[in-house]
């Protein structure tokens, strides 16, 4: 076997398993977090669910989507939206992780979406809503990042072309077969 055909053998079995991978993760149960049950709460107000989507992590991570096959076009103009959006902040960190979000289609697996996060962010999330609702100004909305209309039509559009359960998983990354990541 010459070695242009190994590599060729070799990209195809690595893509078959990236799509193994993604199917069945998005078939898995979704385990929820415990509250830390040590932490007081206002008996008052409900204690708000901790966001998954927030890391304190120091190693690279993946983002997958699982889209439907019929609302790509709508993941794809979502984030675009999501972007102009959060680039009209005054503070030039939300503005700089904004051109972060920016996922990848993986090639040959449809449906199937990566956002690679070489250094995660531990200041804002990756939660799509909680980007858009807590940016909004309620009381002067020509002030806020997005109006409540804009939002919605945008997380609608986020949430109605993710395949459910597990539509979007969150992995994180270490080297194999060494050190791992810091």
């Not at 206002?42 to 690279?60: M, R, S, T």
């Amino acid at each position: 076997m010459k070695i242009s055909e190994w590599l060729l053998a070799m990209s195809r079995r690595a893509l078959l398993v990236v799509g193994v991978i993604a199917i069945s993760s998005a078939t898995a149960v979704h385990v929820v977090k415990a509250q830390d049950a040590t932490k007081a709460q206002d008996p008052a107000k409900p204690a708000e669910p901790p966001d998954e989507l927030k890391f304190d992590y120091d190693g690279p991570m993946l983002l997958v989507f699982q889209v439907k096959p019929d609302k790509t076009a709508d993941f794809e103009s979502f984030w675009p939206g999501l972007r102009a959006g959060l680039v009209k902040s005054p503070k030039a960190d939300l503005k700089t992780f904004a051109e972060t979000l920016q996922p990848y289609k993986v090639k040959g697996v449809p449906g199937l979406y990566i956002m690679k996060l070489d250094s995660p962010s531990k200041t804002f999330t990756y939660n799509p809503g909680k980007l858009m609702y807590d940016n909004i100004n309620y009381e002067k909305p020509e002030e806020g990042l997005f109006t409540r209309a804009e939002a919605d039509a945008l997380f609608n559009k986020f949430k109605d072309s993710l395949v459910m359960p597990n539509g979007l998983q969150a992995w994180k990354l270490e080297k194999a077969g060494g050190t791992p990541a810091p």
